[in-house]
């Protein structure tokens, strides 16, 4: 009997069906659509398209087929393959009711190929061509064109729309945003926002996923109108440098300039999808303010220099300081949002060259906290699992993440899940999109985490919810940390948090009775003086329940910027070499000295917020800054102002006249992402290529080579035909990159470690056996946040992201779209202290704090809890960090971003 | 009201109730439908409360608003029992003489009687009235005599014994085997054999089933399924309850527009007293059987009718139909496994049950057993509801029930199905109707709808209207239906205008066959059939239009002109100060003549004009 049914099954599972006299067989339920793609037979479709993997809507009725014996034609694009069935594609009959369903589109359709954007891109061009409909034999009543135009970004055009619905099935079932559908019926159907409400408040992103999936030239970038049609546009697919997330993009280009930017169906981790910054925050590449030559200041003044001058200029006066005030009087930022090869050379520049360890960058402000925490449990501080992983996850912890506005593609991806019935759990102070879909919102105080989190685990062991054998086997340092959380009773985590027991107890059951429960964190995790504890905390979450080594599960760390990872992994960090090897193992230094042809210092340098400091105390010099801007994205700007104006010497290589570069002595054009070779790694690990599309504006060079030419004139010969020269490098020297050329990044990107030239790469960490060996629980207790709000300042204030911005807005700002979207800043205050304190919506407000004030409008929401503030750092005219505290996480060095105390007043 | 926990219990509370001794004289029954409502009910029946008020005759006579009677063109209809005296159109100022003389001394009031239109003669009884007795009323059985939200006037009348019996004596598949027997094919239009479907949803994988009763009854001319629900919703309960224990579902919805407010509100009073009762929720009758109903409220679409779009419409999206397969029975609402039946189909269940299958396939014609409502409307004499055995002809329900066609017309056609059915031309009024037999000659049973045409009506003029109607109804999804029925609705309307074309009836066959075979759902692939039909059977219509620029019906405005005979005409100036346009000249006593510049060709003095002077051509 069992093997019968195994053999049935087997059967099952496989279809031979005749396809115009062609024998296939297809796995069951395979579409007929699919199974002639198999046999080579092309059907004709219009609102399906298999590449975009969406479900078909067998709308269009061009996919027809004929099966011998169904009562009707079929769609081939939703039809099942079933054994033995015939069919045709290609009859006389098929074909002349193709030439009507074209025909009927076109009698409803202006004929103004000509000038139309999307000539020669259009399927519906593409079939009236093939099937050779001329004249719509039906001509009839025809709705004149009229593009609607309602955001800044999108155009859409009824008249040439066929109503194939991929574009609401994205809006639906992708983006989960759901702001557009069908509207009205019959001939005047057609696909709007629902009637009467405009499109800022409709949920729209303006993603612009919806263009690029439309099949003709109904949805079209109003930015690029005009600007080149499919056969003049260059196409080239590279890494966005916006978030983590490492989405594949094509900028489409002409003249080298962006026209536009779309997603490839299916390509990269994103699988095509771009969200709004991805898609439209590109302006900046072809800004009239990119920086196109040297600028050396002179009198006070920056006055333009040649590459020599400039070159010259510094390499003199590095020199000088070096000899004068010893190599660690000189520190440099590496930066995220350079390749790794650019990092790598920055590094090496700044231990072979200077001969310091001096070198630091932006992760110092964002996950610092997740290197220092996930190595100390795991033995690796990155993401332990995969993007993709999302997909198989029962439940989704989310923690301080506004993982839909700070990582959208990943946001939708939850949001999906949420949609397929994951339960999804919520921890964040503020209600976010994602609050929507939670099963459980836990709106803990700020500052609060451990609090939170050992309240979990105390209900997990208390229920014995935990995953004993995992523990037994994989695990050490249980019993202490059993003991450390045993205080931490839902009702006392209530007290520190201020969250319910009940929803704890929830959370807690939920996460822990998952067969596969991944956790998702960012900066509200991180950028807290406990940021090192909070991640410990959920390290040990993850480890009680053995959600760890295996799919769907995990401790994800959402990466901030575009090569924040990479720039981690190539040593952009004053304590480690490429890899993660430790500048005071001799082993590794000596491997290093041998290779790099130089002596290394063996004691850390310098981290971000200590090397402003230095340089406020005059123990630091020289500052050389790579494409990072401190002025904005520091703690305490007053401060860092301070430390920078007292600096001998201030390098800044950047694309553009940041906040940080008005105040340098030389500032140096380096390219931007869209005019080099390279390599991003992403929160992820995964290794991607950049490719050039365009020329460099000016004399801007590429980072490392102004590098190479600046170690050449100091004495150092640092030389590489190419970025791929150097990623062989990084690989001899690393071994978690050691498998990894830019031969096979051509074929598909890779995940480290990828220890040799055949490993595939490691979607998944710690399977089987921890990085450090076996997992590592630490006992951890709460301690409040450094500066906690009283009589004088009476506001917790905390700061983080908006969607249609990033960071200290260089590159968004420069958005034409971004722009109109949101431009300017606001502060997000309760009603109930709004109120009180006189403040009405979209009123002028002041915020001060013991550092500093700004002035900002206010929005009066509940997004926010009576006594708590919410700022977005990405003004320039409002400076977040004019307010924020540089108090450090002892063991990560990173600010206190997340929790400061202001006072906030209306502004008369 | 007290919980009927087993079948004993049930047959013993059925026992009592029609053991309980009837004290009153006589009761009268209104007509409680919509229709009668609209015309005048609520007066009427005030009128009668307050009579028996002031007379104190409550103990003598009851009065009893009951379900729709069928007979809608009579209304409002009072019934007066046990004799079934039978007034149609009664108004108030007739309520003190009812009670006085039928209800209290149990004469007939010659006056108020209803006259046959055929025989001329004046009908006393219900009985006799040969609109109801040539019917064959069985899924209509209770409708005329029981009181909607009065669970005990349904359970006396054997109500929830088929469910009873469903329960404690058969197995689900027996169930399903019984009305696989009974060869039973739903209602709702396209003859699906109702007992195969539902075999198929239990024999879907998955616990949790669905069921549901589609009530979005979208047809305008239709209204069995609303006179059901508002006159008889505890047989479609029981008929659901039936159908859920067969194909095990625990969760049943009742999909109705939110236009039959009635409908709504006698649905939700009956399910709460059947909740109460413990015919519905948790251990029904005491079994183990558990299923709860809920009402859901549809906004009106006519697509909202076609299974896939109805559960979209369910699921909080846009009613829009999606291809099939997978079958609502394999993938339906939320994505399990989906029963969905029509009113009618269910109304039938509680009988055969309760008969068997072999009683219920006496009924009808092989393949098409059991009765089918219609919606008897048009140029005919008696509309109203009319059930009839499957199998009947048309010249039996037009003429000898709905009593023919009224003046001196003739038949022309009649238009089955509804918007999407066909035009059934004079030549097959002797056919037996069923869904087979429909199908046949380019019409579809459909929705039930039937409206009776008469010769002054435009065969394209009728082909324009509803190609018009589901034109506009059509979701605007697929293709050929968004956009094939709009163009075939202008070529009709250009045809209606004198602008037609040679090519344009070879066009409109050539795009309305491709229309039904390319649509994505029902409604496409029917959409076609009235201008098919009406091209099959009236072709040389469609000709004259295009040929001789000439609408033989007259009703083509842009195709006729008003002549005034002169050889007719008395010069009687009726007409001249009738027209509005000031479009008729003629001095008193002398022949009129139309200038026919001015004629707007509103028809009013041909209307007016006592002598026939004013001639169409």
């Known amino acids: 009997m069992q ?133 719509p034999e039906y001509a009839g009543e025809l709705i004149p064109p009229q593009p609607v135009q309602d955001g800044p970004a999108i155009s859409y055009d009824r008249t040439k729309c066929i109503l194939c619905g991929r574009c609401v099935e994205v809006c639906h079932n992708v983006e989960v945003t759901g702001a557009i559908d069908f509207q009205e019926r ?91 910054k991805g898609r439209f925050g590109f302006d900046f590449i072809n800004h009239e303010g990119r920086l196109t030559g040297p600028l050396i200041r002179r009198d006070g003044e920056l006055v333009p220099a040649s590459w020599d001058e400039a070159l010259d200029f510094v390499a003199e006066h590095l020199t000088q300081i070096k000899q004068e005030f010893g190599p660690d009087s000189i520190a440099a930022l590496a930066s995220a949002k350079c390749t790794n090869e650019e990092n790598y050379i920055m590094q090496k520049f700044m231990r072979a060259v200077i001969g310091t360890n001096n070198v630091d960058h932006c992760a110092r402000l964002c996950h610092a906290s997740t290197v220092a925490g996930l190595a100390q449990a795991f033995g690796s501080g990155a993401m332990t699992n995969s993007i993709e992983d999302l997909d198989q996850a029962t439940t989704i912890f989310v923690i301080g993440s506004n993982t839909t506005e700070c990582h959208p593609i990943i946001g939708a991806a ?28 836990l709106r803990q105080r700020h500052g609060t985490d451990v609090a939170l989190v050992n309240g979990l685990m105390n209900v997990i062991l208390s229920e014995g919810l935990e995953d004993e054998q995992f523990i037994a086997e994989r695990t050490e340092g249980f019993a202490e940390f059993r003991a450390s959380v045993e205080p931490y009773t839902p009702e006392l985590a209530e007290r520190i948090t201020g969250v319910a027991a009940e929803d704890i107890i929830r959370a807690a059951r939920l996460y822990a009775q998952a067969p596969a429960a991944a956790i998702i964190y960012s900066m509200g995790i991180t950028q807290h003086t406990t940021g090192t504890d909070n991640v410990l905390s959920l390290a040990n979450l993850a480890l009680l329940t053995g959600n760890l080594g295996k799919r769907g599960a995990g401790v994800n760390p959402l990466r901030g910027q575009n090569n924040v990872q990479g720039a981690c992994d190539m040593g952009g960090l004053p304590n480690v070499f490429p890899g993660y090897q430790k500048v005071d193992d001799d082993e590794a230094r000596a491997k290093f000295e041998v290779v790099w042809g130089s002596s290394l210092p063996a004691s850390s340098g310098l981290t971000v917020v200590e090397m402003i400091n230095a340089a406020a105390k005059g ?177 917790a204030l905390s700061t983080g992201r908006i969607l249609q911005h990033f960071h200290t807005g260089t590159m968004s700002r420069r958005s034409e779209v971004l722009g109109a979207l949101v431009s300017v800043g606001v502060i997000e205050i309760n009603p109930q202290d709004a109120e009180r304190l006189g403040i009405a919506d979209g009123q002028p407000v002041r915020v001060s704090s013991r550092r500093g004030e700004i002035e900002i409008n206010a929005v009066v929401t509940d997004r926010v809890t009576p006594g708590t503030l919410f700022l977005a750092f990405h003004y320039r005219e409002a400076p977040a960090n004019r307010l924020t505290i540089a108090a450090l996480d002892p063991v990560a060095k990173i600010p206190e971003f997340k929790v400061c105390a202001v006072k906030i007043e209306p502004v008369w | 009201m007290s919980r009927i926990d087993s079948l004993q219990e049930l047959d013993v509370r059925r026992q009592r109730l029609s053991q309980r001794k009837e004290n009153a004289l006589r009761t009268i029954t209104l007509c409680g439908g919509t229709g009668c409502i609209a015309l005048g009910l609520p007066q009427v029946y005030t009128a009668f409360e307050h009579e028996i008020q002031q007379r104190s005759i409550g103990d003598k006579i009851r009065l009893k608003r009951t379900g729709c009677h069928g007979f809608c063109e009579q209304g409002p209809v009072v019934v007066v029992l046990p004799e079934r005296f039978f007034y149609p159109g009664v108004q108030v100022d007739d309520v003190p003489a009812i009670i006085e003389q039928t209800a209290l001394q149990g004469k007939v009031i010659d006056d108020l009687c209803y006259t046959d239109p055929v025989s001329g003669c004046k009908v006393a009884y219900e009985h006799d009235v040969p609109f109801y007795n040539l019917q064959e009323r069985l899924v209509f059985r209770h409708n005329g005599e029981l009181d909607p939200t009065d ?145 859901h409220e549809g906004a009106g679409a006519f697509v909202c009718g076609e299974e896939t779009a109805l559960v979209a419409s369910l699921e909080g999206m846009r009613g829009m139909p999606r291809p099939r397969p997978p079958f609502p029975t394999q993938s339906g609402y939320k994505g399990k496994p989906t029963n969905i039946n029509n009113v009618e189909t269910f109304a039938n269940i509680p009988l055969i049950i309760l008969n068997g299958q072999q009683w219920y396939r006496a009924i009808g014609t092989k393949g098409n057993r059991g009765t089918k409502i219609f919606a008897l409307a048009g140029k005919v004499r008696n509309t109203g509801l009319v059930e009839v055995p499957m199998g009947t002809t048309l010249r039996q329900i037009i003429f000898d029930i709905g009593g023919g066609i009224p003046g001196d017309h003739e038949f022309k056609a009649a238009q089955m199905g509804g918007p999407s059915g066909g035009c059934v031309p004079a030549q ?129 405005q842009e195709l006729i002109t008003y002549r005034i005979d002169p050889e007719v005409c008395t010069g009687c100036h009726l007409c001249v100060r009738n027209c509005p346009q000031n479009a008729i000249a003629g001095e008193p006593k002398q022949p009129h003549e139309i200038i026919t510049d001015r004629c707007v060709k509103c028809g009013i003095c041909h209307d007016v004009c006592k002598f026939g002077a004013v001639v169409i051509e």
């Open chain 2, 151 to 295: 669970l005990d006037d349904y359970i006396v009348r054997d109500g929830y014994r088929a469910l009873a019996k469903a329960l404690c004596e058969m197995s689900p598949e027996e169930v399903i085997e019984q009305v696989k027997l009974s060869e039973l094919r739903g209602r709702g239009g396209a003859g699906f054999p109702t007992g195969l479907k539902w075999e198929l949803c239990r024999q879907s994988p998955g616990d949790d089933k669905y069921l549901i009763c589609n009530a979005d009854e979208g047809d305008p001319g239709a209204f069995m399924d609303r006179s059901l629900l508002e006159g008889s919703p505890h047989a479609i309960i029981e008929g659901i309850l039936v159908a859920a224990y067969a194909i095990g579902a625990r969760k049943g919805i009742i999909y109705v527009r939110a236009e039959y407010p009635l409908a709504v509100r006698n649905v939700n009073i009956t399910l709460q007293q059947a909740r109460e009762a413990g015919l519905l929720g948790a251990n029904i009758l005491g079994s183990q059987f558990s299923f709860d109903i809920s009402v």
């Open chain 1, 3 to 135: 093997s019968e049914m195994t053999t049935d099954r087997i059967m099952a599972d496989e279809v031979s069906l005749s396809i115009d006299d062609t024998e296939v067989t297809v796995p069951a339920g395979t579409t007929v659509f699919l199974a002639a793609e198999r046999v080579g037979i092309d059907i004709p479709h219009l609102c399906y398209e298999p590449d975009l993997g969406l479900p078909p809507s067998s709308s269009c009725r061009l996919c027809l087929v004929e099966v011998e014996g169904a009562r009707t034609l079929v769609p081939s694009c939703s039809y099942a393959a079933s054994a033995g069935i015939v069919v045709r594609t290609d009859t006389d009959e098929i074909r002349e009711i193709r030439r009507m369903v074209i025909e009927l589109l076109l009698s409803n359709h202006p004929h103004d190929c000509l000038t139309c954007e999307k000539s020669g891109d259009c399927d519906l061009q593409k079939y009236a061509y093939e099937l050779g409909v001329k004249a």
């Open chain 1, 186 to 276: 019959g001939f005047d159907t057609h696909i709007g926002l629902p009637p009467g409400l405009p499109r800022d408040q409709s949920g729209c992103t303006e993603c612009g996923n919806c263009i690029d999936v439309c099949p003709t030239g109904a949805l079209s970038f109003v930015g690029a109108e005009g600007k080149g049609r499919t056969w003049e546009l260059g196409r080239v697919a590279t890494i966005c440098p916006y978030c983590g997330v490492g989405c594949t993009i094509v900028l489409n280009t002409r003249d080298n300039r962006v026209v536009k930017v779309t997603g490839q169906p299916g390509l990269g981790i994103n699988h095509g999808w771009l969200c709004v």
């Open chain 2, 428 to 556: 097959y009024l002797d056919l037996p109707i069923d869904y087979d037999s429909l199908k046949e000659i380019g019409a579809i049973m459909g929705s039930g709808g039937l409206i009776v045409m008469d010769e002054a009506t435009c065969m394209v003029d009728v082909a324009r209207f509803f190609t018009d109607f589901v034109q506009e109804e059509s979701c605007g999804k697929c293709t050929p239906c968004r956009v094939g029925t709009r163009r075939m609705l202008e070529i009709l309307t250009a045809i209606t205008r004198g602008e037609g074309r040679l090519a344009d009836i070879d066009r409109l066959e050539q795009l309305g066959e491709m229309i039904k075979q390319t649509s994505l759902c029902g409604l496409g692939q029917t959409a076609p059939n009235p201008v098919l039909s009406t091209i099959r059977y009236f072709r040389p219509e469609y000709e004259a239009h295009i040929h001789d620029d000439k609408c033989p019906a007259g009703v083509c």
């Open chain 1, 414 to 441: 939850i949001k999906r899940a949420a949609q397929r019935g994951v339960p999804l759990i919520v921890a964040d102070p503020r209600t976010i999109e994602l609050t929507e879909y939670a099963a459980v919102h």
């Open chain 1, 619 to 795: 123990a630091v010099k020289a500052l050389y800054v790579m494409g990072e801007n401190p002025m904005l994205s520091d703690p305490h700007q007053s401060h860092v102002e301070e430390a920078l104006k007292k600096l001998g010497l201030l390098i800044v290589q950047d694309i553009f006249l940041t906040e940080t570069a008005q105040l340098a002595d030389v500032v140096l054009p380096a390219t931007s992402f869209a005019e080099k070779e390279g390599t991003f790694t992403n929160t992820e690990r995964r290794v991607q290529r950049v490719r050039k599309a365009l020329e460099p504006p000016g004399e801007a060079r590429g980072d490392w080579q102004i590098i190479c030419e600046l170690a050449r004139r100091m004495g150092s010969e640092m030389s590489y035909s190419g970025a791929a020269a150097i990623q062989d490098e990084i690989a001899f020297l690393t071994p978690s990159y050691k498998g990894i050329t830019y031969d096979r990044l051509e074929q598909g990107s890779l995940q480290w470690p990828c220890p040799d030239r055949d490993h595939p790469g490691t979607p998944i960490l710690h399977v089987g056996r921890f990085t450090r060996g076996l997992g590592k629980f630490h006992a951890v207790e709460f301690i409040p946040a450094q500066e906690l709000p009283d009589d004088d300042y009476p506001f």
